[in-house]
């Protein structure tokens, strides 16, 4: 019989023999939720890991708050014969990685091997990307993927960190533990060994070179990028230099200033300078990287060589509650996870099949998960009827008010046709925001509903809350600038798209080049020709400022709102915003928010003292804190602005320092 039928047989037998097996259990803390059947001890352990790990990232980046926009599921299971029917494949064979990251629309999910120890490690890599898209501006792919570097050196007990080790050269040991592999070294894979080479990148070709998509499935890094990435970010972090970083990306990002030039206003040292400063520092630390991996031995869990030590929270700061979960309903969330990997995807549904089949095993879990499947394949009749069954069971599963909000959503886009529903759709994702305030697709797809209903006020403060939970989300920004361009703010919709027209992702880019194509004839006669609104695609519609009003269908809070309050007083021939930033560094003497959302910024400088305006300040993209505060006296900062005349202008962002 060929391995994949083996496998596929396994995964069958293997989720219907739970009843007989230890039961599962769900352990949760404040920010985490694991699914295990390796007994309380260890869910608590797991749960641990994930909220040092959080916890450092924070501490890292100087973070007050850390945000979780897109629910996490996380499920540990005991042994490699259960991990290996939920694992995905590479060339016909499960990964050999004890833990997988598997990002989705909706939620993303984590499996750990329980078998192997400390297996989270695997995937700390990819939690890092994971937090860095919700909780940090978009950087370039050295900062992110030296980060995640970086990151994956951290080893956790439950009283202490330690982190700055070669990450590649205990993951490299990792691999070879599970390839059986035990008498083979192969220093070869640090990236220690790659940098001890005489040829590096050039910091400038370093910092310009693209690489937009983080590798969420764990490999090899082992290339010259990912080695100086880590040992530059090695560097920043540990000599405080994340803050110069900060403007640096506001000289090259907002001011668009050349790479170089950048460097030297940024840091105070030239390029060929701030590079030969990483070399000296990667030098210095060599001593201890040799040592590192001197000292790694078959069977040493926590090997010589770790460059930094600090104390982290542990298991009695970190509270944790259990509760029992039902073998059909373990059964219904693990093919629901493997649902989402083809390869699983065929023998997850004949699972839940099974389940939905027999009365005393049925349950909501099968039934939505069965809708999500009927959603990807555009069956949405069908997708609904298993929602109804799934409310019928479980009413408060707010899983299930996600998708039926999700079914009417993908419906739109896929046809063009009108909401079905609108009044619920909006009830819907109100309830599933009860459960979970800081979902961002929610926040979309309501802001999207809102648009239909004709609350176009409403519908920006939704896209709003969205985009600043997820701020790297282009889907995102791409329906902030169609909110807007139903607003009439046409200024806010062509930056928008401006900057979307670039966008690595070829369907956000080709969508946001037809958005401004049209942006002048909706500009001028408020729709589009017949034939050009008949062309465009579902998956972005041209405008919602060509469609008509479905009033009716309003909620009666939308239907509170006159859309005509609430256009812009911008004269129908204003011109686009074009004055170049400006950037400065100086003292934030005073806020003045008495006109709130409005504020003003007294800042002093060596040229004098300006005034720097914001017509919201919880618009301003901030750097080196996560809220504005209307009481920052004395604030040593860093702003980029638009010159209105020499004395003042309006912000675009601020860093304190």
């Known amino acids: 019989m060929p391995r994949s039928a083996v496998l596929a047989f396994l995964f069958f037998c293997t989720l219907s023999a739970h009843a007989a097996e230890a039961p599962w259990i769900?352990?949760?803390?404040?920010?985490f939720s694991v699914l295990t059947d390796c007994g309380e001890k260890r869910g608590r352990e797991v749960i641990l890991r994930f909220e040092q790990m959080r916890a450092v990232f924070a501490q890292l980046l100087m973070k007050t708050r850390v945000r979780m926009p897109e629910p996490l599921e996380i499920i540990a299971v005991k042994s490699d014969k259960e991990y290996v029917q939920l694992a995905p494949f590479v060339r016909n064979q499960p990964i050999s990685a004890p833990?997988?990251?598997?990002?989705?629309?909706?939620?993303?999910?984590?499996?750990l091997d329980l078998f192997a120890d400390d297996s989270w490690r695997a995937i700390s890599h990819s939690f890092a990307h994971l937090l860095l898209n919700y909780n940090y501006p978009p950087t370039p792919g050295w900062f992110d993927e030296g980060f995640a570097e970086y990151f994956s050196s951290l080893r956790l007990t439950d009283k202490q960190a330690q982190m700055g080790s070669d990450p590649e050269l205990s993951l490299a040991w990792q691999e070879d533990l599970i390839g059986n592999q035990t008498e083979v070294r192969n220093p070869s894979k640090s990236l220690t060994a790659l940098l001890s080479n005489p040829v590096w990148l050039t910091i400038p070709d370093l910092f310009a070179m693209r690489h937009d998509t983080p590798n969420y499935q764990e490999g090899s890094h082992h290339t010259l990028f990912y080695a100086e990435s880590w040992m530059v970010m090695h560097y920043l972090i540990n000599k405080n230099k994340l803050s110069e970083t900060g403007t640096y990306f506001g000289l090259v990002q907002n001011q668009k200033m050349p790479v170089e030039q950048a460097i030297q206003q940024a840091y105070g040292m030239s390029a060929s300078q701030f590079e030969q400063a990483v070399k000296d520092y990667f030098r210095s630390l060599a001593p201890l990287f040799q040592a590192e991996d001197a000292a790694a031995r078959p069977g040493t869990r926590s090997p010589g060589g770790e460059i930094y030590q600090f104390p982290v929270v542990g298991p009695e700061e970190v509270g944790a509650s259990v509760q029992s979960v039902t073998e059909a309903d373990a059964q219904a969330l693990l093919a629901e996870a493997a649902l989402r990997l083809p390869e699983h995807r065929e023998q997850a549904m004949k699972e839940l099949q099974s389940i939905v089949s027999q009365p005393k095993l049925e349950n909501a879990v099968a039934h939505r998960a069965l809708a999500w499947v009927d959603t990807e394949k555009k069956e949405f009749d069908q997708a609904a009827e298993e929602l109804d069954k799934a409310g019928e069971l479980n009413e408060r599963d707010p899983w299930v008010h996600y998708y039926k909000a999700l079914v009417k959503y993908s419906q739109h886009e896929s046809t063009g046709e009108p909401y079905h529903g609108l009044a619920n759709m909006i009830q819907d994702l109100r309830a599933v925001l009860d459960w979970d305030p800081d979902f961002a697709e929610a926040y979309n797809l309501l802001a999207m509903a809102r648009l239909e209903g004709g609350g176009i006020r409403s519908a920006i403060e939704a896209i709003k809350a969205a985009t600043q939970l997820s701020p790297r989300n282009q889907t995102y920004l791409l329906n902030m600038a169609r909110v807007y361009m139903a607003g009439k703010q046409w200024d806010d919709a062509a930056g928008l798209l401006n900057s979307l027209k670039t966008s690595q992702n070829p369907q956000i880019a080709q969508a946001a080049k037809k958005n401004l194509e049209d942006l002048p004839t909706l500009r001028k006669y408020g729709v589009l020709p017949r034939s050009e609104a008949a062309s465009a695609s579902p998956k972005a519609p041209v405008s919602p400022a060509a469609k008509p009003k479905h009033r009716e269908q309003e909620t009666a809070d939308d239907r509170e709102e006159d859309t005509s309050e609430h256009e812009p007083s911008t004269p129908a021939g204003a011109q686009?915003?074009?004055r170049p930033v400006k950037f400065l560094k100086g003292k934030l003497a005073t806020v003045d928010c008495t006109q709130a959302p409005a504020a003003v910024l007294t800042v002093i400088t060596g040229r004098g003292t300006l005034r720097l305006r914001s017509e919201d300040y919880k618009s301003i993209t901030l750097i080196g804190t996560d809220d504005f505060s209307c009481d920052w006296r004395n604030?040593?900062?860093?702003?980029?602005?638009?010159?209105?005349?020499k004395l003042d202008g309006d912000v675009v962002s601020l860093e304190i320092q």
């Open 576 to 578: 686009i915003d074009k």
């Open 99 to 111: 833990a997988f990251f598997l990002p989705g629309e909706d939620r993303n999910y984590i499996v």
């Open 635 to 645: 604030r040593a900062v860093a702003v980029n602005y638009k010159a209105g005349g």
């Open 26 to 31: 769900r352990v949760n803390s404040t920010h």
